[in-house]
């Protein structure tokens, strides 16, 4: 990806050797791909069919055969939250995360947070059915309160630009309300979540961000799929 | 800000409040530490943790932080005249990070799982948590690269994320009947436990196993009198 960033010889050499391991529609695999665009690093990028997975990819991450993995000179990196902070210590403009120390604690409890809770309450929301369906959003609005309370005073989340918590919170942007439309539930409305849904609209229009969006159609259609595998699966309870 | 303005929320059986404790100790930072009463919460975890209202919390000063690996990293950046608990080196510090979410994501869910399992989900646990402790193994050879710790000289990150649970382990291999670090299979690991349990650090906060044991007793007891779980 070309930016205007200025880049001394060094940083050069260091970006020579940079591999994404990704597929076209992880969240995951945006964040770092987000990260290496807002701080203009140039790396190579390698789509994966996770149907059909590469040998290199099994080589590198032989534990959970997962994307995304970013290969650093050889040495792979795995897990999008390791890597985005990889990222931010090798490379320092654009910074991700704060330099006091309390408010990185802040910062990455938050992405956490997103990670273990908003996002499996928001899946079991899009999957679950009747009662259990009615129960999982008012699970998942609850989780979506404490994000929105985060946002208080703010632009984004790292306050004025885009940082590590608004990275992890990315997929917010666009996989929710592909959620909603596929099937047929509100999560987040402007009386409850005005902030979120700002936030939504600053995250989505951001230069760079926007410029690596799926696009909607295809991830409607995926995620069609998905919903009517689980929702034929699960038995009314 | 006062030397002694740390305090640690917690609970002297956990391993996750074991860890911000370890971290303490390496930095020979004074606190005081406010232990929780079994079964309730206190106004002030309630206040200091309203997300997940769980130990271990530090307050510092007035701030809290929560989430045990996260309160490591962040006495690591504050208190930087002790030896350090991260490595310096950026990609040392990723192969860390990721092991210790490991230990915490899938390791721990093993160990659980092994815990409460019965009948044939028991071999089933069994295996994850062996698998684990060989991938662990495997970790512990690269990473100390021959020295006495996954941190090398001394004790780090993943030496305090996964050492903070070889008191339950062993409570494990009691209630089981099973050797899980064992010195055919995982003779790395076993010495290393060693080390870390003896360490000026570790030694004053890992509980005695025979205490886990009674503890492990009444939690299961409560599980099998709690009501069935929704799903």
Excluded at chain 1, 139 to 158: D, H, I, M, P, Y
Excluded at chain 1, 200 to 227: C, G, M, V
Excluded at chain 2, 66 to 90: A, N
Aim: aromatic share 10%; charged share 25%; proline share 6%.
């Amino acid at each position: 990806m070309a930016s205007s960033a200025m880049v001394t010889a060094n940083q050069l050499i260091i970006m020579a050797e940079l591999k994404l391991f990704r597929t076209w529609s992880s969240c995951f695999c945006l964040r770092v791909v987000w990260a290496l665009d807002l701080k203009g690093i140039q790396y190579d990028t390698i789509f994966e069919d996770l149907s059909n997975k590469s040998s290199l990819l099994l080589q590198y991450n032989p534990i959970y055969k997962k994307v995304p993995v970013l290969v650093h000179n050889g040495k792979p990196l795995l897990e999008s939250l390791v890597i985005l902070e990889y990222i931010d210590e090798i490379w320092k403009q654009t910074p991700l995360l704060p330099e006091d120390p309390s408010e990185r604690a802040t910062a990455r409890f938050w992405a956490k947070f997103g990670d273990d809770k908003v996002l499996p309450s928001i899946w079991n929301a899009f999957i679950k059915q009747g009662k259990d369906q009615e129960e999982a959003i008012v699970t998942a609005q609850e989780n979506l309160g404490c994000v929105e309370r985060q946002l208080t005073g703010k632009k984004f989340f790292n306050g004025e630009t885009i940082g590590l918590v608004d990275l992890a919170f990315g997929w917010l942007a666009n996989l929710l309300s592909v959620f909603e439309e596929v099937c047929g539930v509100t999560l987040i409305d402007h009386e409850k979540f005005p902030l979120l849904l700002e936030w939504i609209q600053n995250f989505a229009d951001a230069p760079i961000i926007k410029e690596s969006w799926p696009p909607r159609d295809k991830l409607i259609t995926r995620y069609q799929a998905f919903h009517e595998v689980h929702t034929s699966k699960e038995a009314p309870k | 800000m006062a030397k002694n303005d740390v305090k640690v929320l917690g609970a002297w059986p956990s391993p996750y409040v074991m860890r911000p404790r370890i971290a303490l100790n390496i930095k020979s930072v004074n606190y005081d530490f406010l232990e929780e009463t079994f079964g309730s919460k206190s106004e002030l975890l309630l206040q200091s943790n309203p997300v997940h209202k769980k130990v271990p919390v530090l307050i510092h000063g007035d701030k809290p932080i929560c989430e045990s690996m996260i309160i490591v990293e962040y006495i690591d950046e504050v208190w930087t005249s002790g030896p350090s608990i991260l490595p310096s080196d950026p990609y040392d510090r990723a192969i860390q990070r990721f092991w210790a979410a490991y230990v915490d994501e899938k390791f721990f869910a093993a160990m659980k799982g092994l815990r409460s399992a019965q009948g044939e989900e028991r071999k089933a646990f069994l295996d994850q948590v062996t698998e684990g402790l060989a991938l662990l193994e495997e970790a512990f050879g690269k990473c100390s690269k021959g020295k006495a710790f996954f941190g090398g000289d001394r004790i780090g990150l993943l030496d305090i994320a996964f050492g903070s649970f070889l008191g339950w382990l062993k409570v494990t291999e009691k209630v089981n009947g099973v050797k899980l670090l064992d010195e055919a299979k995982t003779p790395g690991l076993v010495k290393w436990a060693e080390r870390f349990c003896a360490d000026a650090a570790v030694k004053s906060v890992m509980p005695e196993t025979e205490k886990l044991l009674e503890v492990s007793k009444v939690l299961a007891a409560k599980m099998k009198g709690a009501p069935p779980p929704k799903n």
